[in-house]
């Protein structure tokens, strides 16, 4: 199994507060990704990162931000927390295998709920 | 449309019935994942393809890269194998996600 850990697993918070979910990987993968996952909608992008302090948004960026200072840890912050930001919450990882293709980990996600 | 489509998106089989779940894409790719996930899990790879066939145990993936198609084949299906199976398209760094199959295997 890949090292990837996400903490916290379980997250209850109120309307408006700051919360930050950690992704840390032991595999020194380039890739790293956020997606989140409803009822419906499947698994869609939040954001992902190509490098150290390389990041770009996904499909469903919005009211949220990432950082990623090193290469084993990606960041996802919910600035404002809202109802709609209920959900699981999925890191991955991207590493390479053979040549030019790239194998997906994901973590063991992240329940959070916004009240 | 979705860019990559699923079906069925419910399925339930008979322990022992050969289970099959197809994907379309319409977009270019380099692979294509088949990806895991049992009820309140993590999510697991099983595949990824970008021609022909791979085998592993009593899974079978494959996939037409001309037309845009892939399939999971489950041979003897077991209850174990109960859970949500999700195809995905893997276009530039990124993946790209279809709805997931959800699969029930009956005793």
């Known amino acids: 199994d890949a090292g990837i850990t996400q903490s916290p697993r379980h997250k209850v918070t109120e309307t408006g507060t700051p919360v930050t979910l950690r992704c840390h990987q032991t595999?020194?993968?380039?890739?790293m990704y956020w997606y989140r996952q409803d009822p419906g909608h499947g698994l869609r992008l939040i954001h992902y990162?190509?490098?150290?302090?390389?990041?770009d948004k996904g499909e469903v960026s919005d009211g949220y931000s990432v950082s990623r200072s090193k290469t084993e840890d990606f960041l996802l912050t919910l600035e404002s927390a809202t109802s709609s930001q209920t959900s699981v919450y999925f890191c991955?990882?991207?590493?390479?295998?053979?040549?030019?293709?790239?194998?997906?980990?994901f973590g063991p996600g992240t329940r959070l709920t916004v009240t | 449309k979705n860019e990559v489509e699923q079906s069925p998106q419910n399925l339930t089989a008979q322990e022992g019935e050969f289970i099959t779940i197809n994907c379309s894409y319409s977009v270019g790719i380099s692979a294509l994942h088949w990806l895991q996930q049992h009820p309140g899990g993590g999510i697991v790879s099983l595949f990824m393809?970008?021609?022909g066939k791979k085998k592993h145990g009593r899974l079978i993936a494959t996939i037409n890269i001309q037309e845009k198609h892939s399939s999971l084949h489950i041979t003897a299906s077991h209850p174990r194998d109960s859970a949500v199976y999700i195809c995905a398209a893997h276009q530039g760094g990124k993946l790209i996600f279809g709805q997931g199959t959800e699969l029930s295997v009956k005793p």
């Open positions: 990162s190509y490098g150290v302090k390389d990041t």
């Open positions: 595999e020194n993968h380039r890739y």
């Open positions: 991955a990882i991207s590493g390479p295998v053979g040549t030019g293709f790239y194998e997906q980990y």
């Open positions: 393809l970008s021609s």
